[in-house]
């Protein structure tokens, strides 16, 4: 138990900075992922059957393949994709990009294909005459957008955007093959150095349960305060 | 794009999602018989045994599966009477550990998707099946199970889609599936986006597949 103490000689301290760490990606992850979600759910509502196909093509491959692997490609991939551009300007050495960024940018993009579906379903389901009535009031295409059917749409979709968000939470554990240390790649190193694989997995466990807990009691006090007025 | 090296992974990332098939379907049954095995202490008016299987459902949905593959099969090989128990010669295959954790993380879905769909079967025909004086047992296993299962198929197949990329994880336990593969091509290539090209497609071939095929069930056994 000594092992789980603060300070020098325990991993306490460690284990809580990498929980911080964690939340931090997912947030961040969260974040760009709405960033993609806004971009992907007005061409998925298009009518343009081209940008229609650019955006089934985007959710339905990153939800159709494992997570592991965009991981995979973006952590080999992106420090050479940045490299290749540097050349052209005439920069040659060898760029290493930050984990977190990795990390949070391709959690970002499979969150994002989920916030999309999310996004899409809670605007349809956004009553006809809302639409109707701000054509009428004579509002332009960004100011109904931005004024009145984001509001409602940021209601209707918190339910399924706290499932999206317990999928980012726990996906996360897997940017650890990357090196950036959050609870799995701070467990998996005391683990190591301690030859006690099983307090340290178990209490990653218990530290992920306490996250998805805490998020779920914010997430529902949310869903109540914006629901006040239905 | 590097055409060779597609033509020469292709046939090694094949025979690799020989693997990740295997894993998936052994999983996949074994999580169905703990699902419904919950799914049933979830709906009888047990207190102790309904808690019990709420708390199991809870901790394996709420945790990462990453986490309860390395619990299973870097935490329980330290335990001294485990590794002198029968149980070790499971616990020391990585399969057999990842199965174990695939099984027991879907089975805690499996359990919530029949739950629901034993709660909102309507009343109406287990009524029906005791006014005609079939017996209780048999009410249950030809009335409430087989509408239960119709009932979950479309949430299911989401589970079986999302159990198919969860099998990736196999892959960090040293176990050579499809992305275990993709990986080792990718770190001694390094070109990583040819192998994601073909890997994903794989897997969104997979994904098809089941799609089609629950779409399919889910016609044949509509009513």
């Not at chain 1, 050349?87 to 499979?110: K, M, P, R």
């Not at chain 2, 589970?159 to 080792?184: F, N, P, R, W």
């Not at chain 2, 040819?194 to 009513?223: C, D, P, Q, R």
Request: net charge positive.
């Amino acid at each position: 138990m000594e092992l789980l103490l603060f300070g020098e000689t325990g991993w306490g301290d460690e284990l809580l900075i990498a929980t911080l760490m964690t939340l931090a990606v997912s947030i961040t992850a969260m974040l760009i992922g709405f960033v993609f979600a806004l971009i992907f759910t007005p061409l998925k509502l298009s009518k343009n059957k081209f940008l229609n196909l650019i955006a089934n093509f985007y959710t339905t491959v990153i939800r159709g393949v494992p997570e592991l692997l965009v991981i995979y490609l973006f952590f080999f991939g992106g420090s050479s994709a940045i490299m290749f551009v540097a050349s052209i300007f005439g920069y040659n050495d060898y760029i290493e990009i930050n984990a977190f960024l990795t990390g949070a940018f391709s959690i970002g993009i499979i969150s994002g294909a989920y916030s999309t579906e999310v996004f899409r379903g809670a605007i349809q389901s956004i009553d006809k005459g809302q639409f109707e009535a701000s054509n009428v009031l004579g509002f332009n295409k960004v100011t109904r957008f931005f004024k009145i059917i984001l509001p409602q749409m940021l209601r209707l979709s918190i339910p399924n955007l706290s499932n999206v968000w317990q999928i980012t939470l726990k996906d996360t554990s897997l940017i650890s093959v990357t090196g950036l240390v959050e609870i799995m790649r701070q467990s998996y190193i005391a683990a190591g150095s301690t030859r006690d694989p099983l307090l340290f997995y178990t209490v990653a466990a218990v530290l992920y349960l306490m996250l998805t807990f805490l998020s779920m009691k914010f997430i529902n006090k949310m869903e109540i305060k914006y629901n006040r007025g239905y | 794009m590097d055409l060779d090296l597609i033509l020469n992974s292709f046939p090694k990332l094949l025979s690799a999602s020989i693997i990740t098939l295997k894993l998936l379907s052994v999983s996949l049954m074994i999580g169905m018989f703990i699902g419904l095995f919950f799914a049933i202490l979830r709906i009888k008016n047990n207190i102790i045994f309904g808690k019990i299987a709420y708390v199991y459902s809870y901790i394996f949905r709420g945790t990462p599966l990453l986490v309860q593959i390395f619990i299973i099969y870097y935490g329980f090989g330290q335990v001294e009477f485990i590794r002198e128990s029968f149980l070790w010669i499971i616990l020391k295959e990585p399969y057999w550990c990842a199965v174990i954790a695939f099984a027991l993380n879907t089975g805690a879905y499996t359990s919530e998707i029949l739950r629901s769909a034993f709660q909102t079967i309507k009343p109406g025909y287990i009524e029906a099946g005791k006014s005609l004086g079939v017996a209780n047992k048999i009410i249950f296993y030809k009335i409430q199970i087989p509408i239960a299962i119709r009932q979950s198929l479309p949430a299911y197949g989401n589970e079986i889609i999302l159990m198919l990329k969860g099998t990736s994880l196999a892959s960090t336990v040293t176990l050579m599936d499809l992305t275990g593969v993709a990986k080792y091509i990718i770190s001694t290539t390094f070109k990583p986006i040819e192998v994601f090209v073909i890997a994903g497609s794989i897997y969104l071939f997979m994904t098809f597949i089941i799609h089609n095929l629950i779409k399919f069930l889910e016609k044949k056994y509509s009513f």
